[in-house]
């Protein structure tokens, strides 16, 4: 017996890391089809380019240089994606004279491991060997196994046992266990050696974006640095790769399996910057522009843009409820925190002007020392250029406010009219400008106000009003509600 074909295993447990020599030692046996078998591997490919969706798959083509045989034979093509789905793969030849058909497709994913080993041997004998102390050596036991069902149980001579400990050996490889998954072709070929293009969908490929924001001394202007956080976990390595991002939400089609069936996307560009970009179809693509590697459970990080100088507005917001106009309630808000936000116009002319991935923007700013200091975050959307992004930083620590409700009447059975006061105080050493947005439902009329108002929509009004530093402001307005 081969040494090379003992396998420990310890009942219940079984390791996985015994079988890591082994799994590479297995061949893979050829459909019982009489054509000649050939193998293609990593090492044959002569190109790879991975388009990457932000939403956990990723089309992968390869060029390689396989070897068949003139009419029919079988192509073995190993080191694919173990995440990949097979009713997405195509082939084609890329030969000079091409012809090349495939007959039949085979996808063999039943992987070579301690527990499939066990099941395959159900019903047959195996030895398993367990330690004697008093000798110091393996004394072998032949046991045929009965189950493997919740644990291992045994025939061993006219007993019958389970979690019996000690190292089990097996006779030979069961032929349709495998070591890793693989596509295998009946192809019928013109040539006997040409280099073809495999594509196919596979999941565990994902990427998003991030944004480091750093905003100057008077939130005026900012330095916009974008990453892209690249993960795979496909179960196979990709060097020297072409590599290719889409952004933007893709149509997907869930089959009985469960599982989602999205639709293949190419693009070329050429650009020199880290990443290209350029309008695909409905969505954008950009290309790094180098080949990289993407290492199978690896997590990667490359610079998307870097825009200095971004002009930005920092606007404070104090927000109303539309359930207010409907009922009589006094005060309605005290001590109510000025929400912050920053807004960002992705314009060529504002610095940025790239459609920009959705992803978490963080925002940082110097302290007097000149420390750099985190104040906020927040998620944006795939942004279109010359659209605004809105950063919410968080709630104002100097600049609060009331709402009170100071008059409350009902006109008819649909139709009330309340008079409101909204008191803003800012307690910082510089003024501030608040904008007050008060969304209303039904048919509404301001009657009287102390300061000009603005008609966001058909249901929202709002001021914009100055609050003296140390001081404070008093928003006075009547409105009439009809809501039926």
């Not at 396998?7 to 893979?28: E, K, N, R, S």
């Not at 940025?352 to 998620?379: C, H, N, S, T, W």
């Amino acid at each position: 017996m081969s040494l090379w074909r003992s396998i420990p295993i310890t009942p219940p447990a079984v390791g996985l890391a015994v079988l890591a020599g082994l799994a590479t030692m297995v061949p893979l046996v050829a459909a019982q089809t009489g054509a000649v078998a050939h193998q293609s591997t990593a090492a044959d490919r002569q190109g790879v380019s991975i388009t990457v969706y932000n939403q956990n798959f990723g089309l992968v083509r390869e060029v390689r240089d396989v070897t068949l045989t003139r009419g029919e034979s079988e192509l073995e093509f190993g080191d694919v994606a173990s995440t990949i789905q097979p009713e997405t793969v195509h082939i084609k030849a890329l030969g000079r004279n091409g012809g090349l058909r495939v007959l039949e497709q085979n996808y063999q994913y039943d992987l070579l491991n301690p527990q499939k080993l066990l099941e395959k041997y159900v019903g047959r004998t195996v030895t398993v060997y367990r330690y004697n102390e008093r000798t110091g050596r393996d004394d072998p036991y032949e046991a045929e196994v009965l189950s493997v069902n919740q644990g291992t149980i045994l025939r061993i001579g006219d007993e019958i046992t389970f979690n019996f400990p000690g190292r089990f050996s097996f006779p030979e490889i069961p032929e349709n266990l495998i070591a890793k998954p693989t596509l295998v072709w009946l192809l019928d070929s013109r040539e006997a050696s040409q280099p073809v293009e495999v594509s196919y969908l596979a999941g565990g490929l994902n990427w998003k974006a991030d944004y480091v924001f750093v905003i100057d001394e008077d939130d005026t202007k900012g330095d916009l640095t974008g990453w892209v956080t690249l993960t795979n976990q496909s179960g196979a390595t990709y060097e020297h790769a072409e590599l290719k991002l889409v952004a933007g939400d893709v149509q997907r089609v869930t089959d009985q399996a469960g599982r989602a069936r999205p639709e293949a996307m190419r693009a070329m560009v050429a650009e020199e910057k880290a990443f290209a970009e350029e309008s695909f179809f409905e969505y954008h693509l950009y290309t790094l522009q180098r080949p990289t590697d993407l290492r199978n459970n690896e997590q990667k990080q490359v610079t998307l843009l870097e825009s200095p100088a971004v002009g930005v507005r920092k606007r404070l917001i104090f927000y109303g409820q539309p359930y207010y106009y409907r009922g009589s309630y006094g005060q309605v808000m005290s001590n109510q925190k000025v929400g912050v936000y920053l807004d960002v116009q992705n314009s060529e002319a504002n610095g940025l002007g790239m459609p920009l991935p959705k992803g978490i923007v963080r925002v940082y700013k110097a302290d007097r020392a000149g420390a750099q200091q985190f104040i906020g975050e927040d998620q944006i959307d795939h942004t279109p250029r010359d659209e605004r992004i809105r950063i919410k930083m968080g709630e104002a620590f100097d600049v609060v406010g009331d709402r009170r409700q100071m008059e409350y009447r009902v006109v008819s059975a649909c139709v009330s009219e309340s008079a409101w006061q909204v008191e803003l105080r800012n307690h910082k050493d510089e003024a501030a400008e608040v904008e007050v947005y008060e969304p209303i439902g039904g048919d509404w009329e301001i009657l009287s106000s102390s300061h000009p108002v603005t008609k966001v929509d058909a249901f929202t009004f709002s001021f914009t009003v100055p609050v003296p530093a140390g001081g404070k402001t008093t928003i006075e307005y009547r409105v009439r509600v009809r809501w039926c």
